[in-house]
């Protein structure tokens, strides 16, 4: 299992429009960052979480040249905004995209990109398949998914976990229920927005508290804001085994636990 990092930026991503601070203007291409999203390559299918408003330049960057499937954690815009840009991959392959996610975000799905489901459809809208999904494991492509409910203040938002992967974004917390099913993850993908404290997400200090309650051999921050601090400065002051992320970090799952043991 391979995961792409496509973007570990917040909402608004890195650099902010106007913005003159020292993280914003920083020469450093781990201090750019697009809305959050990873590619994950399992045994030869491509999955992509999310599809904020960079998904098509993603795409294009990591030349990707066919996707499978999409997971939504949730209908925020910065998560499923760039969702038409899958009809080039429909075009290539000549086939729907299955995209998987709750009942609510299939409602924003219908009202954001409302031509992909109307009755007589223009040429060339995307072919979109939704597949509703909970908080049961589902199987795809042969493997068992374990959706992980966390809450972005009062919203419920799903991660994944895929084996020793888990992946989420959006938390600010997670119950007792939804930690069992994250225990034994080898590596842990989880928010950490800034430093100081926020309604809706994880703080840099409650990522850290959260990550050593899971106990994962790895830990990667992603959905940074450019209030965290510059990269190189902030990874620091990270305890062991946790990282933050950047755009194009990849990591072969297998080898990365290998190298860790």
């Known amino acids: 299992m391979i995961i792409r990092f496509l973007g570990t930026g917040t909402s608004q991503g890195v650099p902010v429009i106007a913005c003159d601070c020292p993280i914003c203007t920083s020469p450093n291409a781990k201090d750019r960052r697009l809305r959050s999203s990873v590619l994950i390559e399992l045994g030869g299918r491509n999955i992509v979480i999310d599809t904020g408003p960079d998904f098509r330049y993603q795409m294009l960057r990591e030349h990707v040249t066919h996707l499978d499937a999409v997971l939504f954690t949730h209908a925020h815009k910065d998560h499923l905004a760039g969702l038409d840009d899958v009809r080039a991959f429909n075009r290539q392959q ?129 959905h940074i804001s450019h209030r965290l601090g510059l990269h190189n400065e902030v990874q620091q002051e990270l305890p062991a085994g946790i990282f933050l992320a950047y755009d194009g970090l990849t990591l072969d799952v297998h080898e990365a636990l290998d190298e860790s043991s």
């Open 94 to 222: 000549g086939a729907a995209i299955d995209i998987y996610g709750t009942t609510d975000v299939h409602e924003a799905l219908k009202r954001e990109f409302y031509y992909a489901f109307s009755a007589k459809k223009y040429p060339g809208v995307p072919l979109l398949d939704l597949h509703e999904i909970t908080s049961t494991p589902f199987t795809l492509f042969g493997r068992e998914i374990t959706p992980i409910e966390v809450m972005h203040y009062m919203m419920p938002v799903l991660g994944f976990r895929i084996g020793e992967f888990t992946y989420i974004t959006d938390a600010k917390t997670v119950n007792d229920t939804e930690i069992r099913k994250i225990t034994g993850t080898k590596i842990l993908v989880v928010n950490a927005l800034q430093r100081d404290s926020h309604i809706s997400h994880f703080t840099l200090d409650e990522a850290i508290a959260f990550a050593r309650r899971i106990g994962a051999e790895q830990t990667y921050f992603t």
